[in-house]
């Protein structure tokens, strides 16, 4: 056998000897980072229970909850009542096309507003609150971990979770169906401005259309949804900021953990809601009226 051969016979033979090693240490990485997943969402659940007991035997003082809501609600407005009002007009834009082919522009005014109070709504308005606000009390309550201000809260007798997360939690689940409802209304208002004022269509059959086809149980679900929406971002970023790593690089971390972890936690709530609720509609109507 010449030296050639046997070289590559013992390179296919390392190969070979080796496939084993690394399918092992392959299996040994997926089984660790299923362990760190399932260890945090423990240590979630576990945080969002010592949160409920909290929020169930004793509220926290005016003081505290009032400077909360004005951060999550107030101030979140502007930017959930600009993104609905293009996000409206991008559906008038991205579904007239498709619409015309068919001659079905008087319909328009169905799909926008069903999609919008439906799950654009919703969603939209659960990102912008976990981009703003989400962030934000992951980095605060970071820094405050960091610079040992929670464990000074601890020293003086107060308990941080009710001190600092409990108000948090109801802004957020108390607020974002009113930031919803509003990124419903502006995304209508956008949509109709752009589909009767730009595109031509009547006024008239837009609005008798999206009355017909969009009913109040479209809306319930909507906002539903999106209360579930403001418990997880809540919950899940004051975890990240009570669990930040020490220094700088660990706020930051926290910070933007938090905005990606809720958002998708967010996707994986509306699909599991929207399926439930259309069960529920298929259930209670049966009947339902055609899009066609």
């Given amino acids: 056998m010449?030296?050639?051969s046997e070289n590559a016979f013992?390179?296919?033979?390392?190969?070979?000897?080796?496939?084993?090693?690394?399918?092992g240490s392959w299996a040994i990485?997926?089984?660790?980072?299923?362990?760190?997943?399932?260890?945090?969402?423990?240590?979630?659940v576990v945080f969002g229970g010592r949160t409920m007991s909290w929020l169930v035997s004793r509220l926290p003082q005016r003081e505290t909850i009032l400077p909360n809501f004005y951060?999550?609600?107030?101030?979140?407005?502007?930017?959930?009542?600009?993104?609905?009002?293009?996000i409206g007009m991008v559906l008038a834009v991205q579904s007239y096309s498709q619409f015309r082919v068919v001659n079905l522009e008087t319909r328009l005014g169905a799909i926008i507003n069903m999609s919008l109070v439906r799950e654009l709504g919703p969603v939209l308005a659960a990102t912008m609150l976990a981009g703003r606000v989400g962030s934000a009390m992951a980095a605060e309550l970071g820094t405050m971990r960091v610079?040992?201000?929670?464990?000074?809260?601890?020293?003086?007798?107060?308990?941080?979770?009710?001190?600092?997360?409990?108000?948090?939690?109801?802004?957020?689940?108390?607020?974002?169906?009113?930031?919803t409802i509003m990124a419903d209304f502006m995304g209508v208002v956008g949509g109709w401005f752009y589909s009767v004022y730009r595109l031509g269509i009547d006024n008239h059959h837009y609005w008798e259309?999206?009355?017909?086809?969009?009913?109040?149980?479209?809306?319930?679900?909507?906002v539903f949804k999106s209360l579930f929406f403001?418990?997880?971002?809540?919950?899940?970023?004051?975890?990240?900021?009570?669990?930040?790593?020490?220094?700088?690089?660990?706020?930051?971390?926290?910070a933007y953990s938090a905005f990606v972890n809720s958002f998708v936690v967010i996707l994986m709530?509306?699909?599991?809601?929207?399926?439930?609720?259309?069960?529920?509609?298929?259930?209670?109507?049966?009947?339902?009226?055609?899009?066609?």
Avoid at 74 to 86: E, H, K, Q, Y
Wanted: aromatic content about 10%; charged content about 10%; overall charge negative.
């Fill in 2 to 4: 010449s030296t050639g």
């Fill in 10 to 23: 013992a390179n296919r033979h390392e190969r070979l000897a080796g496939f084993p090693i690394a399918v």
């Fill in 29 to 44: 990485d997926f089984w660790d980072m299923l362990i760190t997943w399932i260890t945090a969402l423990g240590d979630i």
């Fill in 71 to 86: 951060q999550i609600g107030v101030l979140s407005l502007p930017v959930v009542a600009l993104t609905g009002t293009f």
């Fill in 147 to 179: 610079t040992e201000q929670i464990d000074a809260l601890s020293s003086m007798g107060a308990n941080p979770i009710q001190y600092l997360v409990v108000p948090r939690f109801l802004g957020c689940l108390v607020l974002i169906p009113t930031l």
């Fill in 209 to 222: 259309n999206s009355q017909k086809f969009v009913g109040a149980f479209d809306l319930f679900g909507g």
């Fill in 230 to 254: 403001g418990a997880a971002i809540a919950l899940i970023s004051c975890h990240r900021g009570f669990h930040c790593d020490p220094g700088a690089e660990g706020v930051g971390r926290a």
């Fill in 269 to 292: 709530l509306d699909l599991t809601l929207g399926i439930a609720l259309d069960s529920l509609y298929l259930y209670l109507w049966p009947q339902g009226a055609s899009f066609i």
